[in-house]
């Protein structure tokens, strides 16, 4: 009943509808062959059309914060406007005096047909710099049929006059190809109020759903109808950060729908080796255990997912079993050790509960089994705890030479050696929570000896 709660606590209702996008500013679901072009190839999208530019919208996910995707502006003839300025304006910041370097004056052109040519740069279109950004600036004057530049003239006589020039753009006729471009990652400053629209969410979610790979798996979760989604890596990950991680989306209403929530309800990271079956998921600060999953061989879209609340096995505990182990090879040290902690607990109760009314029912042969399987897992632990023990005198010396390195640098005036600093915090605490097991294992193991001497005699 726990995440049926979860998913009960989120408003039923759907989301209101978006009002239309600022005006100038259109979306549609882009083409095939153009988000084909995009790393991944991630086969949907949404072609944003504004008056700065073309972009394609795509690779939705999400993390526990908000919505993320990528956007890509298009460079090239399908990432123009309708109009065609006849010349290309390329921008020059690295003097004192930023300015726009006229390019490509088509003969008979507008820009020819103004007078303006090689020997003028451009300082502002219709009174703007646009920041100086060449790809903007072109654009732009790509999405109007009339535009004023301001120039100083550079060579020649009269160098250093200034002059309005005005240019009666002409329509492109035939459109260009919507697919000649090339895409770029880009994602200007004056865009980010535009991805507050939930309609824009709604429907890239909605063109995403509809992909087999993408479509969303009916689950029931205590009681709780929800959704679930295999996500993607992103394309472009941030230096230091696991790109590659997936994350299965649990939703409160079917995603495909393209009128419901923008956002799952909540996320579950999928084990960084892509096996699920009989893993230990952290869902919403709980622990289950998947009973069955099973993925697309062809596509990987998940099709079928089971989760139970996780228990932990006292015989599997009793021989050595580490509960974190069926977390995968991706979880942290603190996650280890908070569910190695929970196999203590549960080893103590089954000790003081079960084991009083376990030793009386024993033969002497089914004892002796428990006494070696209880020896063997407590040398299992030695190991495992040995190991630790290792790799903290290890990450303790790295982090001494480190230091040291540092505070020499800081004497010769030098930059420091670059390095995280190790925190050793987790792995101490995972250390003794196994310590404590061995402990639990011995008093377990003292009982059992007892009651198989006894049964000897």
């Known amino acids: 009943m726990l995440i049926a709660a979860l998913l009960a606590c989120l408003p039923q209702a759907p989301q209101p509808e978006a009002p239309p996008l600022p005006e100038g500013i259109t979306r549609h679901p882009a083409p095939a062959a153009l988000v084909a072009k995009a790393p991944g190839q991630p086969s949907y999208g949404l072609r944003l059309a504004t008056p700065l530019g073309q972009f394609l919208w795509t690779n939705l996910r999400f993390n526990d914060q908000q919505g993320l995707a990528n956007t890509y502006r298009m460079v090239g003839p399908a990432g123009l406007g309708p109009y065609r300025p006849g010349v290309f304006l390329w921008s020059i910041q690295g003097d004192v005096s930023p300015k726009f370097l006229t390019r490509e004056i088509t003969p008979g052109g507008p820009a020819d047909a103004a007078g303006l040519d090689s020997n003028w740069q451009v300082l502002k279109v219709d009174g703007k710099t ?103 890596p992103n394309p472009h990950p941030d230096p230091g950060t696991d790109g590659s991680r997936i994350v299965l989306e649990f939703w409160a209403s079917d995603p495909a729908s393209g009128s419901g929530y923008v956002r799952p309800a909540f996320l579950v990271p999928e084990p960084s080796d892509g096996r699920l079956q009989d893993r230990i998921l952290k869902i919403q600060g709980r622990w289950f255990q998947v009973a069955e999953a099973a993925l697309d061989a062809g596509n990987g879209r998940l099709t079928k997912l089971k989760v139970e609340p996780w228990k932990a096995d006292a015989l599997a505990l009793l021989g050595g079993e580490l509960p974190a182990r069926d977390l995968g090879p991706s979880a942290s040290t603190a996650d280890l050790g908070a569910l190695e902690q929970l196999g203590n607990e549960a080893l103590i109760e089954w000790k003081t509960r079960t084991l009083p009314g376990l030793l009386p029912s024993l033969a002497v042969n089914p004892a002796e089994d428990l006494v070696i399987r209880i020896e063997k897992g407590i040398l299992a632990l030695d190991l495992t705890v040995k190991r630790l023990r290792t790799r903290l005198d290890a990450d303790a010396r790295a982090e001494a030479e480190r230091k040291a390195q540092a505070e020499l640098a800081a004497k010769r005036g030098q930059a420091a050696p670059k390095g995280p600093a190790v925190s050793a915090e987790d792995t101490e605490r995972l250390a003794d929570l196994l310590e404590q097991r061995k402990a639990i294992l011995m008093a377990v193991l003292g009982n059992v000896k007892q009651a198989l001497a006894n049964l000897r005699r």
């Open 130 to 232: 646009f920041e100086w950004d060449t790809q903007t600036v072109n654009a732009y004057l790509s999405n109007r049929p009339e535009a004023d530049l301001l120039a100083r003239k550079v060579k020649g006589w009269g160098s250093g006059k200034e002059k309005v020039f005005h240019l009666v753009l002409r329509k492109q006729d035939p459109p260009a190809d919507p697919t000649d471009c090339t895409l770029v990652p880009d994602f200007p400053a004056w865009m980010k109020p535009l991805f507050n629209d939930q309609g824009l969410w709604l429907e890239l979610t909605k063109l995403r759903s509809a992909l087999p790979r993408f479509t969303p798996l009916a689950v029931d979760l205590g009681g709780a109808r929800c959704w679930v989604v295999r996500g993607v």
